[in-house]
């Protein structure tokens, strides 16, 4: 293992362990203090690896979004899946992870955009590319469902992807501020009606 492997190793543990922190409190909420005992590192060991808590800031959505991106591949790698079937296999990993008390599963893009987008330009430029990758991931499976019937084609591919992305980035800000599972119930319903244009059980 090269210098750099281990350099980049230390450095994604320190945001692994910081990650759920600020998903549950938010980025300003949480001091470097707290970040290292979270890792459970010395001050020096932090500024080894981010020239402040800006830059931690910046790298930890870009991770975040990586690991995401990693976990779309999981979720439509699944073999004999038509494409609405993965796409609802997305949406009900995205509620599951919202439910049960799984802080550190939360969507983190939910919690910075509301806080930093108008904070930080480089975190909202960084948020702003990665979500474009996810709608684009989005749009390929939703193209791949209407060629095999199982999606409507009233929609183009990058809108439907566009607006399932978007209904249920606003559901689950609703769930943050109703405390209750509707608001998925009523962002599965919508994304039901436009992916087939008919009610359908999560």
Not at 3 to 27: C, T, W
Not at 142 to 155: A, P, R, T, V
Request: hydrophobic share 40%.
């Amino acid at each position: 293992m090269t210098v750099h492997d281990k350099h980049e190793i230390a450095k994604r543990s320190i945001l692994d362990s910081a990650r759920p922190l600020i998903g549950a409190r938010g980025f300003s909420a949480v001091g470097i203090a707290q970040i290292l005992v979270a890792a459970g590192i010395p001050k020096g060991s932090f500024y080894h690896y981010f020239d402040s808590k800006e830059r931690f800031g910046e790298d930890l959505p870009s991770l975040y979004i990586a690991d995401y991106l990693a976990t779309l591949e999981s979720l439509f790698s699944a073999p004999h899946q038509n494409g609405y079937e993965k796409i609802r296999a997305y949406l009900k990993f995205w509620r599951s992870t919202h439910i049960d008390g799984k802080v550190g599963d939360k969507c983190l893009i939910v919690k910075l955009a509301a806080e930093m987008a108008d904070l930080s330009e480089t975190m909202r430029e960084i948020m702003q590319r990665g979500t474009a990758k996810v709608i684009e991931r989005l749009t390929d499976v939703i193209q791949s469902g209407q060629k095999d019937g199982s999606i409507n084609k009233e929609l183009q591919a990058s809108t439907l992807a566009a607006a399932l992305y978007q209904t249920w980035l606003g559901a689950t800000l609703m769930l943050k501020i109703t405390k209750h599972t509707q608001p998925f119930d009523i962002a599965w319903q919508t994304s039901a009606h436009l992916l087939r244009g008919t009610p359908e059980l999560l």
